[in-house]
Nanobody, 120 residues
Framework: QVQLVESGGGLVQPGGSLRLSCAAS????????MGWYRQAPGKQLELVTS???????NYADSVKGRFTISRDNAKNTVYLQMDSLKPEDTAVYYC??????????????WGQGTLVTVSS
């Protein structure tokens, strides 16, 4: 059984920081790309950032220079450090992991989502 557990969301003032984490467990053969998506109220799901198994990263223009993605392969965990947060960063954040799982082959798995609210 595959499980992704997210943590770290919450309420923060504009200009503040938060760190999200997402830990994968279950029958994991190999993890390829790990990423974070977000969905703001009334908007579509968008890719925020991703990181490959080789460490190459990709960021949405709206978060470049403010967000940093990292991964700990030993812990099957991906992190999102969010600095200089803005009200428009308010959204539910979902982690996504593309991997070969023992029970489901090559496929994506999603976290449960964590709410980030940026407000004074």
């Amino acid at each position: 059984q595959v499980q992704l557990v997210e943590s770290g969301g919450g309420l923060v003032q504009p200009g503040g920081s938060l760190r999200l984490s997402c830990a994968a467990s279950g029958s994991i053969i190999k993890i390829y790309v790990m990423g974070w998506y977000r969905q703001a109220p009334g908007k579509q799901l968008e890719l925020v950032t991703s990181i490959t198994s080789g460490g190459s990263t990709n960021y949405a223009d709206s978060v470049k220079g403010r967000f940093t993605i990292s991964r700990d392969n030993a812990k099957n965990t991906v992190y999102l450090q969010m600095d200089s947060l803005k009200p428009e960063d308010t959204a539910v954040y979902y982690c996504n992991i593309n991997a070969i799982w023992g029970t489901r082959g090559l496929s994506d798995a999603w976290g449960q989502g964590t709410l980030v609210t940026v407000s004074s």
